[in-house]
C-alpha cells in the first residue's frame, strides 16, 4: 500500500502563492500518475491537476495558467505550485497517486489526508 503526506496548506491573501508538497512511500514512485484534489466545504471533491509518469500534465479550467505540478522522483514528491491564489479556491487539497490517469480521474487510487488551504483577507 502506498502511503501520501501532503503539507503546505497555510492561510494566504489573494494574490498570494503556496507551494503544496506530497511525500510518497515506496520505492515504485516513478511509475505512479499523480493527482492533486480539493474540497470545498459542500462541495464535491473536484480535480485539480495530474501528472503521468512521462511528465503529461492535466489542469482543470479554473485553475488553468495560475498552478503548476510537478514531481521528483527522485525524493518520491508531487507538488503543485499555486500562484495567483484567489478565494474560491480555499478547500482541502488531496493528493492521488495510482498507476494510471484512469484510476486517477475514476477517483480510485490512494489518498493522501490532505492539507488545508484558505484564501482571505
Known amino acids: 500500500q502506498v502511503q501520501l503526506v501532503e503539507s503546505g496548506g497555510d492561510l494566504v491573501q489573494p494574490g498570494g502563492s503556496l507551494r503544496l508538497s506530497c511525500v510518497a512511500s515506496g520505492s515504485i514512485f516513478s511509475r505512479y500518475a499523480m493527482g492533486w484534489y480539493r474540497q470545498a466545504p459542500g462541495k464535491q471533491r473536484e480535480l485539480v491537476a495530474t501528472?503521468?509518469?512521462?511528465?503529461?500534465?492535466l489542469y482543470a479550467d479554473s485553475v488553468k495558467g495560475r498552478f503548476t505540478i510537478s514531481r521528483d522522483n527522485a525524493k518520491n514528491t508531487v507538488y503543485l505550485q499555486m500562484n495567483s491564489l484567489k478565494p474560491e479556491d480555499t478547500a482541502v487539497y488531496y493528493c492521488?497517486?495510482?498507476?494510471?490517469?484512469?484510476?486517477?480521474?475514476?477517483?480510485?487510487?490512494?489518498w493522501g489526508q490532505g492539507t488545508q488551504v484558505t484564501v482571505s483577507s
Open positions: 492521488t497517486a495510482a498507476l494510471s490517469i484512469l484510476t486517477i480521474m475514476t477517483r480510485n487510487g490512494y
Open positions: 501528472i503521468s509518469s512521462g511528465d503529461i500534465t
